[in-house]
């Protein structure tokens, strides 16, 4: 079994804890957006179904992903590396809020824990020794938050670097006080909660470099759309970064770099053939939890892919690198898993230099068994099927300068517009509010829930502000009303 | 002047109570128009904008977060698209040259469903947006053309939106 095999297993053990425990639901909930709904289960659906398509017949504790222990184990036998550690990370935060035990470095699913979080020991402190060994003594509690204590941390020797590294992430990872309070109230937005963990591990040194880490894993949007064929779940994600170059972005949307970028779910990822046009590319996908099984692996897919790419408005000014994507004629094939999948990846510039960039992408995806779009948005974190945008920004950073990494973008000016580019796009950076591109998911019950709900919030926070303003205490209660969960 | 506790709770309740109110009454109104299926790019955008104007009389707190939600519900069917904003010159008259493509031979967002918000730039205004029924398309980013007409000539503008 592989790193994503363990990665599965954990969030396959989260969705089965969350069925029979309300708190610990609402607890993952607050990183797993999908969990509010309280019918939301994924696991044991995806279990048998896979199952099923192998013509067995199985029980969902014959999972041939790991129960929890057993992949935390795995996952404390190697250090992770580019995008999964962000992906191992995110996991083990979503693991703490269902089985609060693992954020307790004492138990036998905490000590797991550290050693699945410790960074390699050449990169942190040579002489240290495995973290398994000699765990170093806890922070104190004012250290978890405190800048001064960051700074202690630096200064202070570090003896068990490895433990002191992977307990102080899974102390990082744990600490409700950074996701915005203890009471249960979040204030901070995911993506926000998840900068701040990066950036104070950074700090402290508990990791060796922030690269890959961002954005945040499973941070996209889910939607259920009226597909060509009737509703299908949709995931977005869009973010915008400095950390690479247009150029280089551009390097990294062909899709045979997704299979270097992310080895470990595309296995293959082959330019077969040109669609009628030469302008339009197929290829054969295959993507794994364990590339090395074959078709013993646990999650293993297959299908053709039609690509077509665009410069906007054209290559010698262009503002934007465009890859859209479909299933190719003659997909699906009746046994596909793969029903539907198309999607987009659109790297634009923000400004008139080559940083910043907006990264988007969008992936409509159904698979041969019925699961519902919440249920498929976590599959698809589970799998790291909708990371795209991660993975490019990953391989970007850390090969989009070397010489003959990536491809060339095969890209194709608009003929609409070439010669005769016109002033293009804003690229604000700050759009006007509803501007973004906004297909809405958001039934509209469910809105004026929500819209209640936060006003709700709000007046009781007022009021309280307001009594203890009459009773001359601290006027506290003001900087919450307005955060409210993302949706 | 003072004012008592009991008059700040007051008028607190009635401000709450008056945006409440209104707030459910757009949300009511939209409901009824999505249920209906007659939910559309013109409707998103007055939606958008009553909302904004709600919000701006409440708290900016209360704002941020309500704007949020007519963010997710200007697009609210899941088919209606909002691109972000693209730029022309003031006063200019906006004509789509043509449909949308995802690529040649590929789905296409015809010029029925494409609706330029404004398609009459004021003499100030330089941005516009395009708001699309995407209901039945495929999920990508569609591409094309509008023509920004002036006096002076006509200028093509590449635009695109994503669907997801």
Not at chain 1, 210 to 234: F, H, I, K, Y
Not at chain 1, 235 to 245: C, K, S
Not at chain 1, 261 to 268: A, S, V
Not at chain 1, 303 to 325: G, I, K, Q, S
Request: glycine fraction near 10%; proline fraction near 8%.
């Amino acid at each position: 079994l592989t790193e994503l095999d363990a990665i599965v297993g954990i969030y396959g053990a989260v969705d089965e804890a969350v069925q029979s425990d309300s708190d610990a639901r609402a607890r993952v909930a607050q990183l797993l957006p999908p969990y509010r709904d309280p019918d939301v289960h994924w696991y044991g659906d995806f279990v048998r179904w896979l199952s099923e398509e192998r013509g067995v017949v199985a029980k969902r504790s014959e999972s041939r992903f790991p129960a929890l222990a057993d992949a935390l184990e795995q996952l404390g036998g190697g250090a992770a590396e580019g995008r999964m550690r962000a992906r191992r990370m995110f996991a083990i935060a979503v693991a703490i809020r269902a089985f609060p035990e693992i954020g307790e470095p004492e138990s036998a699913l905490g000590s797991a824990t550290v050693r699945a979080l410790a960074s390699p020991p050449s990169v942190e402190e040579p002489s240290a020794t495995p973290a398994a060994e000699e765990p170093s003594a806890p922070p104190r509690a004012d250290e978890l938050s405190a800048p001064a204590g960051a700074e202690e941390e630096r200064s202070a020797p570090a003896p068990a670097g490895v433990a002191h590294g992977g307990r102080r992430l899974q102390e990082l990872l744990a600490d409700n006080e950074l996701l915005g309070g203890a009471n249960g109230t979040r204030v901070l937005k995911l993506s926000t909660w998840w900068d701040q963990v990066v950036a104070t591990a950074l700090s402290e040194g508990v990791i060796p470099d922030g690269v890959g880490l961002r954005p945040m894993p499973c941070s996209g949007r889910v939607l259920t759309v009226p597909g060509v064929a009737g509703p299908v779940a949709a995931l977005e994600t869009q973010f915008q970064t400095d950390e690479v170059g247009f150029d280089a972005a551009t390097r990294f949307i062909e899709p045979v770099n997704w299979k270097t970028c992310m080895p470990n779910f595309w296995c293959d990822m082959e330019l077969t053939g040109r669609g009628v046009l030469p302008v339009l590319y197929r290829y054969h996908e295959v993507v794994s939890s364990d590339c090395k099984a074959g078709r013993g692996a646990p999650f293993r897919a297959e299908t053709d892919l039609l690509f077509n790419f665009r410069w906007l408005p054209d290559e010698e000014h262009a503002e934007v690198a465009l890859a859209n994507y479909q299933l190719s004629d003659g997909r699906p094939l009746p046994d596909d898993l793969i029903r539907v999948d198309e999607g987009t990846v659109l790297v634009s510039k923000v400004g008139p230099g080559q940083t910043p960039l907006s990264i988007t992408t969008t992936k409509r995806i159904q698979f041969s068994y019925p699961f519902s779009s919440e249920a498929i948005a976590l599959i698809m974190c589970a799998l790291g099927y909708a990371d795209l945008a991660g993975q490019l920004l990953y391989c970007a950073a850390t090969r989009g300068n070397a010489v003959g990494s990536g491809t060339d973008f095969p890209g194709e000016s608009a003929p609409s517009a070439a010669g005769a580019p016109g002033p293009g796009a804003v690229n604000a950076t700050t759009p006007a509010p509803g501007a973004a591109s906004a297909a809405a998911s958001s039934q509209v019950g469910q809105l004026v829930q929500d819209a209640a709900g936060v006003w709700a919030r709000f007046l009781r926070q007022g009021a309280s502000a307001i009594e203890r303003g009459a009773a001359g205490g601290p006027a506290g209660g003001s900087g919450v009303a307005g955060e409210a969960p993302e949706a | 002047v003072g004012f008592s506790a009991s008059d700040i709770v007051q008028g607190y309740a009635t401000l709450a109570s008056s945006l409440l109110e209104r707030w459910n009454g757009l949300a009511a109104d939209a409901s009824r128009k999505f249920d209906a299926g007659e939910y559309d790019c013109e409707s998103a955008a007055n939606d958008l904008a009553t909302s904004a104007s709600l919000a701006t009389e409440g708290i900016a707190l209360w704002a941020e977060e309500m704007l949020k939600a007519a963010s997710a519900f200007a697009g609210p069917g899941p088919s209606i698209v909002t691109s972000e904003p693209f730029r022309a010159p003031a006063g200019a008259t906006l004509e789509l040259a043509g449909p949308l493509t995802k690529g040649p031979t590929l789905d296409e967002l015809p010029v029925s469903v494409v609706h330029l918000q404004p398609s009459q730039l004021s003499a100030t205004e330089t941005e516009f947006t395009l708001c699309v029924d995407a209901a039945g398309h495929r999920g990508a980013t569609y591409f094309g053309t509008v023509n920004a007409l002036t006096k002076t000539g006509t200028a093509p503008v590449s635009v695109w939106i994503t669907v997801p």
